[in-house]
């Protein structure tokens, strides 16, 4: 153990840091650290976000401890680095941080994206850590309909893309911090219940309850939808942190330093924010796996599971629906949320656990285009995938995994 590195995780255990600390430390075998400190805003006991049902075992093993800290608070962060009695100092740090809801206030993006990732990786600049990776979920949208390499443009989506992605200009900027940023597709896999295609699972099941085609309002055109299981999240970080462990951060930026351009708004003020005209170059890494996945082929695997299909509205429904406005996404949302209220009703066993929800925001309903191309990641960190291809088999058993905790309905 003495010559493992100890590592902290900050935030995400609503996406995903309970893969990333089951891969650290797993249940049966031998962990890849000293010690494992988790750090979340939310209490796991009781648990007051949805944890899936092996992660309570891991937070048994003798290497990993849980802290429930608000992080948002300055005074909060010094300590949370303080290593164990008899533990060398963390080195190894993942930020995970940032929220995930599109439809929260800019403040509240701010405040739990930009602000606490400032604080976070000014602390790990002072440590000195030898790693600091970032994911950054892919609140972004990706021109062309070949895959795009790091050097390309990928602009933020919205209010919630653009401080998530303010936010790694902030953590660039940050002098002797050792920082990897990774850019995932859309994450899925055991107990991933956040995401499109965690929400594209709950409503095909409402449409094969019905009986009924899933519809999108987008065109079977090539809209590149890349996937990523969430193992290979978890990979992906361990193998970039130890990549940069030992270049550090001016050989890592020789190496894959992007260039990390503003599209913050011109009359936007933040604290946070850096100015527009300062360059901030930093390694980027996109993980994505091999399934070459559009929008169709995804809606195709995940809406054959529950017995139905895949289709797409006429052009007349489409130009209609475009023109959709936060106004009308609950009116939009009306048939989901009450047919899966009604599935969970009828489950057999009932449902214990309401932690998925049929309730799609603006974020969910609009197009989108990821096609980010995993060579660097292969090419440089040296990592290979897991999972390399998006299957049928693992959506099921996802399905299973949460039928099997009670918290998916079981209408069989």
């Not at 153990?1 to 075998?29: D, H, Q």
């Not at 936060?326 to 989901?336: G, K, P, Q, R, Y």
């Not at 197009?367 to 040296?382: A, F, T």
Request: charged share 20%.
């Amino acid at each position: 153990m003495a010559n493992k590195p100890s590592a902290i995780i900050f935030g995400g255990l609503n996406t995903c840091s309970r893969a990333l600390a089951s891969y650290l430390v797993p249940l049966e075998g031998e962990p890849l650290v000293s010690h494992l400190r988790i750090i979340d805003k939310y209490s796991v006991v009781p648990a007051t976000t949805y944890i899936g049902s092996e992660f309570p075992k891991l937070l048994e093993k003798p290497q990993v401890e849980y802290r429930q800290v608000n992080l948002t608070v300055p005074e909060k962060i010094p300590p949370v680095f303080e290593p164990p009695a008899g533990i060398p100092p963390f080195e190894y740090v993942f930020d995970f941080t940032g929220e995930i809801w599109a439809d929260r206030s800019e403040e509240i993006i701010i405040n739990f994206t930009c602000h606490t990732a400032k604080l976070i990786g000014e602390e790990a600049a002072r440590r000195k850590v030898k790693a600091y990776v970032r994911i950054h979920q892919p609140y972004y949208k990706v021109s062309g309909k070949v895959p795009q390499d790091e050097n390309s443009q990928v602009q933020p989506w919205g209010t919630i893309g653009t401080w998530w992605h303010e936010t790694l200009r902030i953590l660039g900027a940050i002098e002797g911090l050792n920082l990897v940023i990774l850019r995932p597709g859309f994450v899925y896999g055991p107990y991933t219940n956040y995401g499109i295609i965690a929400s594209a699972i709950v409503i095909a099941s409402v449409y094969g309850h019905l009986h009924k085609p899933m519809k999108s309002m987008w065109s079977p055109g090539k809209n590149i939808t890349y996937t990523v299981h969430v193992e290979d999240v978890a990979g992906a970080a361990w193998a970039a942190a130890h990549w940069i462990a030992q270049l550090g951060r001016q050989a890592a930026d020789e190496k894959a330093g992007v260039e990390i351009v503003s599209y913050a708004p011109q009359t936007t003020q933040s604290p946070e924010l850096i100015p527009k005209n300062q360059k901030v170059i930093a390694p980027v890494f996109n993980v994505t796996d091999d399934s070459n996945s559009t929008h169709l082929s995804v809606g195709q695997t995940i809406t054959s599971i529950f017995g139905t299909t895949f289709e797409f509205f006429n052009m007349l429904e489409t130009t209609v629906m475009k023109f959709i406005d936060d106004d009308h996404v609950d009116e939009i949302n009306d048939l989901h949320v009450n047919k899966w209220a009604e599935m969970r009703i009828l489950s057999q066993p009932p449902v214990a656990n309401e932690h998925l929800t049929a309730y799609m925001d603006k974020y969910a309903l609009d197009k989108h285009s990821i096609p980010l191309s995993n060579s660097k990641m292969k090419s440089i960190l040296g990592y290979q995938l897991r999972k390399p291809l998006f299957t049928k088999e693992t959506i099921i058993g996802m399905v299973e995994q949460w039928k099997e905790e009670r918290t998916f309905p079981c209408l069989d």
